[in-house]
């Protein structure tokens, strides 16, 4: 069995020290950064907001000391600017300043064709639209067995989904959700399951999307499984940046078991499972409603089940792939982990009941974003 290569990258917001609000310092802290990291290190649509993108590898050691390494040159250079990277899907709290777009042709031109996603009627930007996601590469794959294999794996995206939900809070309110991040990304054109598509459709599909106007280019294809265009890989894009490092190379391991795992089926066109659009769309929303506290629809047979149990299941699914880069037993451990301290927003929520401060929350998942 070919062991594939994996590679994340992350959002954070920056936050201020003293405030923990988000402030517009990405441009500093880039070029900070930059100097050791190069373009390991890169802006995103906001100022408030950094990306760091690990090389691809088949290690999973490697991927977690790579990690910790590029979240520590990160810290330094926001310490410098006064300020803290954050990973959290959703800001806790609300900006004291207006949030800035950042400066390149390509950002200037997102913010004008979608300006009701990115900014108010003042033209301020708006606060709802800063959300960060932990994205997840496995390769080598060319475009069209990424392809297959995201049809292949659209149905377990809600389970990794709930386990990724770290988004509570937003604006300085309890929004009621694991996963608020999973609501605001939506509002943007694509956001969702992968279409059932042959390269040939997919090509024509997204070119009539770009010729249409609803989409920049073939880069905004913002699918919950996409083929990366840019690196030969599948893209799963379903998590919220996460704080605790073990959950994000967890994230990693089970997207690559996964796809080990699927791939067989893949190679062998074996058709995808038939999943009907809505049970998948209902899928993704309780998910990001209840996350691992509720319920979930199973991947094989749509029923609703406790999302553990759909957890434990997807294990079970890709225990051949996971034992194949000898993860298994890893994963079973972090797993029993998460399970009995609770994912993220169920961490999150426990800070605030223990402190009674949002503040208190912000200085938790900074903590834990710099490895405390």
């Given at each position: ?10 959002e ?22 930059s100097r ?26 490697d ?22 990277p ?25 913010a ?33 067995r ?86 030969p ?13 073990d ?22 066109s074996?058709?995808?499972?038939r ?48 034992e ?24 999150q ?20 974003t710099?490895?405390?």
């Amino acid at each position: 069995m070919k062991i594939l290569t994996m590679g994340v990258e992350e959002e954070f917001v920056l936050v201020d020290r003293m405030t923990r609000a988000p402030v517009n310092r990405a441009p500093e802290v880039i070029r900070r950064a930059s100097r050791e990291l190069g373009g390991q290190v890169q802006a995103e649509l906001f100022t408030a907001q950094i990306e760091i993108c690990t090389e691809p590898t088949a290690s999973r050691s490697d991927l977690r000391d790579e990690l910790f390494r590029l979240r520590g040159v990160v810290g330094k250079a926001a310490r410098q600017e006064r300020c803290m990277p954050v990973a959290c899907g959703t800001p806790v709290l609300p900006p004291e300043d207006p949030l800035t777009v950042t400066d390149t042709d390509r950002y200037r031109l997102m913010a004008r064709r979608f300006a009701p996603l990115v900014t108010r009627r003042d033209g301020t930007a708006r606060d709802g639209g800063l959300v960060c996601g932990c994205h997840v590469h496995v390769g080598t794959l060319d475009r069209e067995r990424a392809l297959a294999l995201a049809q292949h794996l659209r149905p377990w995206l809600p389970v990794l989904q709930a386990l990724a939900g770290n988004s509570p809070f937003a604006g300085r309110r309890d929004t009621g959700y694991q996963s608020w991040r999973s609501v605001e990304h939506a509002r943007w054109p694509t956001v969702g399951p992968t279409p059932v598509l042959d390269e040939t459709q997919y090509l024509a599909h997204v070119s009539r999307l770009v010729e249409e106007g609803t989409l920049l280019d073939n880069r905004m294809v913002y699918w919950h499984a996409r083929p990366s265009e840019h690196v030969p890989t599948l893209e799963v894009r379903v998590a919220d940046a996460n704080a605790d490092l073990d959950t994000v190379v967890l994230l990693a391991i089970l997207v690559r078991g996964l796809a080990t795992t699927l791939l067989p089926r893949v190679d062998a066109s074996v058709p995808p499972p038939r999943i009907p659009g809505a049970s998948l769309l209902r899928a993704h929303r309780l998910a990001a409603a209840q996350g691992l506290s509720g319920t979930g629809l199973d991947p094989v047979d749509g029923r609703e089940r406790p999302a553990v149990a759909l957890l434990d299941g997807l294990i079970d699914f890709s225990a051949r792939g996971l034992e194949a880069t000898g993860d298994l037993a890893w994963v079973r451990d972090q797993w029993e982990r998460i399970g009995a301290n609770g994912g993220g927003a169920a961490r999150q929520r426990a800070v605030f009941r223990r402190h009674g401060r949002l503040s208190a929350v912000v200085d938790a998942l900074a903590a834990a974003t710099a490895g405390r």
